[in-house]
């Protein structure tokens, strides 16, 4: 994803120190594609290769849960209905190829798909696929497997670290 430009605005002024930003993913339910069967939304990363949730920064001016289901339809074409925050936490540092330093506010909304085809909506990604949620990608790290477990877990509170 191309650096939004307030955040290369910033970037000029401050440098590559480590820069607090507020993160969205989605985890995005799916019911009917398998009858009794649940499925996720994942997109492989262009820039790791390696699947992931839908996720991205939240622009200035902009509602959190909005930005989970605008960086959704960009990167997926998929449009869902936010149920609710699942996961709030600060992740650790992520250090770019440049040497900038972000670390992001994460907060992880429940999904509920509504409508559109799953496909490639821009760069970011280069597949777009629902996976079973009992047979998800081998590769997705610690913090997307938390994320996806508060988002599936029956409660209707927010998990959020002291």
Not at 30 to 39: C, E, I, N, Q, S
Request: hydrophobic share 40%; proline share 7%.
């Amino acid at each position: 994803m191309p650096t939004p430009d307030y955040i290369a605005t910033i970037r000029r002024a401050y440098g590559q120190g480590r820069l607090l930003l507020p993160g969205v993913s989605a985890v995005v339910i799916r019911t009917d594609l398998t009858p009794g069967r649940v499925h996720l939304l994942f997109t492989r990363r262009s820039d790791t290769g390696l699947w992931s949730l839908p996720a991205g920064i939240v622009e200035p001016f902009e509602q959190p849960a909005t930005a989970a289901l605008r960086e959704l339809l960009e990167e997926t074409r998929i449009t869902a209905r936010v149920e609710r925050l699942a996961l709030l936490t600060t992740d650790p540092d992520v250090v770019y190829p440049n040497g900038d330093t972000c670390q992001f506010v994460s907060m992880c909304f429940r999904c509920r798909y509504v409508s559109g085809e799953a496909q490639v909506g821009d760069e970011e990604s280069t597949e777009v696929a629902w996976f079973p949620a009992d047979e998800l990608p081998a590769e997705l790290s610690e913090i997307q497997k938390r994320r996806i477990r508060c988002a599936l877990d029956d409660r209707d509170d927010c998990v959020f670290d002291l």
